[in-house]
């Protein structure tokens, strides 16, 4: 993805990692392929369904099992930077989206709400993903140069 405009555009990967599901650090599902997959990963991006259409009653519960699954597979998966954005913002159940913020906020997460219908949010969305993935590449670089200092004495 590439966010920004000319010259100062910047640019970098996302991988879609579909719905982990309940066990999925055991094995279940296509979680243990997604898992390791997620290790590699600068920051995690959770879209968390807030229409009624999903079926599903309660988005909140739902990233807390992702989180779980994240903290069973271990190598820190649930230490990484995240972001949690309510996803189908144009036909939210305004009582999900709420709960959803809510809890972001309690979790100090920054939280988005978008549309992909109506593009409500993904622009916002995206430029806060290159934000801190820029951010993070900075760090790791501070981190690689001061470790290449004192290894060099």
Do not use: C, W
């Not at 807390?64 to 144009?90: C, Q, T, W, Y």
């Amino acid at each position: 993805m590439t966010v920004g405009d000319a010259p100062y555009e910047e640019s970098f990967i996302v991988a879609d990692i579909p719905g982990l599901i309940e066990g999925a650090h055991l094995g279940a599902g296509l979680g243990m392929q997604f898992l390791r997959h997620i290790e590699r990963t600068r920051i995690l991006v959770h879209l968390v369904d807030v229409s009624d259409g999903s079926g599903r009653p309660d988005p909140v519960e739902d990233f807390k099992v992702i989180l779980e699954e994240l903290r069973n597979f271990g190598h820190g998966l649930d230490e990484k930077p995240m972001i949690v954005v309510a996803s189908k913002a144009d036909v939210a159940n305004p009582a999900k989206l709420k709960k959803l913020e809510t809890m972001a906020k309690r979790k100090k997460l920054p939280f988005y709400a978008i549309s992909a219908v109506t593009g409500l949010g993904v622009d916002k969305l995206k430029y806060a993903i290159g934000d801190r993935v820029r951010e993070l590449r900075k760090q790791s670089a501070a981190v690689e140069l001061k470790e290449a200092e004192q290894a060099a004495g």
